[in-house]
């Protein structure tokens, strides 16, 4: 009997101490969870309090759902008071950037909006700059390439070489022209410049809207030439020489705390790149060496292999 007491005894501890540090484990995984749930939804629902929202638009312009969704949500935010969008951009495609600059527009009926441009703010870099209203520079920033391209490759005298023949059925002689396979004919030239021209006409005038330029001001401006900072400055691209100080001081002239903090808004953990998940391709792209934040893609430069259609960007790669 003395041994089976015992053994009740026993199996009392022995399940009191399996209670106790299942009771552990279970606060350990839930402060897990609420940590990562904290970090994962922290960029969603924006700081728990008040502060500065920032926004970083680099590499090449795209059109960006999450970049897009991610403005409107700092916009509805009533945490955010003000707003700088850090641009370290060479361009890219002239759709991305009106859509990006048309959702910074909205924002900026809201909250009071500067733009900080970081090492590049060319082409539709430069488009989405001009949204703000208050754009600061550093003195050897590169600021500019107002213009419009597009570009496609001509190979057939490649085709003629491996012996490669194209043939084409299609309703109207302009259907999918120009092309690679094909010279390009002087009809088809006239109307893709017929087509950069209007754009460029609408990339003009943006700039004369939003910036103390005449459209002849701004005319001679767009002619695709780049400036420094300093440069940009003197003729009235940029308002101010400086950085996140001077942005800042800018937002304290227009009623925002001058003591707030800069919370940097970044993009949502559910992102992919190359079909992995968001986490796991930023993984790889910190263990690569490379930005976590910008995307494996980015880092690696093969985002540009989808430019296409209508272009504002400085110096494309080929």
């Given at each position: 009997m003395s041994l089976r007491a015992d053994d009740l005894i026993d199996r009392r501890r022995l399940r009191r101490k399996l209670t106790f540090w299942r009771v552990v484990a279970f606060a350990v995984i839930a402060v897990a969870l609420f940590s990562t749930a904290r970090w994962i939804f922290a960029d969603q629902f924006g700081a728990a309090g008040n502060h500065i929202a920032q926004v970083r638009i680099e590499g090449t312009i795209l059109e960006d759902d999450e970049l897009l969704d991610r403005i409107k949500r700092i916009r509805e935010s009533n945490a955010a008071k003000g707003v700088i969008i850090t641009v370290d951009s060479p361009g890219g495609t002239t759709a991305g950037g009106e859509a990006i600059f048309?959702?910074?527009?909205?924002?900026?009926?809201?909250?009071?909006?500067?733009?900080?441009?970081?090492?590049?703010?060319?082409?539709?870099?430069?488009?989405?700059?001009?949204?703000?209203?208050?754009?600061?520079?550093?003195?050897?920033?590169?600021?500019?390439?107002?213009?419009?391209?597009?570009?496609?490759?001509?190979?057939?005298?490649?085709?003629?070489?491996?012996?490669?023949?194209?043939?084409?059925?299609?309703?109207?002689?302009?259907?999918?022209?120009?092309?690679?396979?094909?010279?390009?004919?002087?009809?088809?030239?006239?109307?893709?410049?017929?087509?950069?021209?209007?754009?460029?006409?609408?990339?003009?005038?943006?700039?004369?809207?939003?910036?103390?330029?005449?459209?002849?001001?701004?005319?001679?401006?767009?002619?695709?030439?780049?400036?420094?900072?300093?440069?940009?400055?003197?003729?009235?691209?940029?308002?101010?020489l400086g950085g996140e100080r001077e942005a800042r001081q800018w937002l304290a002239e227009k009623g925002v705390d001058a003591d707030l903090e800069v919370v940097e808004w970044k993009a949502q953990d559910s992102r992919t790149s190359l079909l992995l998940p968001g986490m796991a391709a930023r993984w790889l792209a910190g263990a690569l060496g490379f930005d976590p934040q910008g995307g494996l893609m980015r880092a690696l430069g093969t985002d540009r292999i989808f430019l296409d259609g209508l272009l504002s960007v400085w110096q494309p790669e080929k």
């Open positions: 048309d959702e910074i527009r909205l924002l900026a009926q809201e909250k009071p909006v500067v733009a900080q441009v970081g090492t590049l703010a060319a082409s539709a870099g430069y488009m989405v700059a001009s949204a703000a209203d208050h754009i600061v520079a550093r003195q050897s920033s590169i600021v500019g390439s107002i213009g419009v391209l597009m570009q496609y490759p001509d190979v057939t005298e490649l085709m003629d070489k491996v012996g490669v023949k194209l043939v084409a059925i299609k309703s109207s002689r302009l259907k999918a022209e120009p092309n690679p396979f094909t010279p390009t004919t002087e009809e088809e030239r006239a109307m893709i410049r017929a087509m950069i021209l209007d754009s460029y006409d609408w990339f003009v005038d943006l700039v004369a809207e939003r910036r103390p330029l005449s459209r002849e001001e701004a005319l001679r401006l767009a002619d695709g030439s780049i400036f420094t900072g300093r440069q940009a400055a003197e003729r009235k691209l940029v308002d101010a």
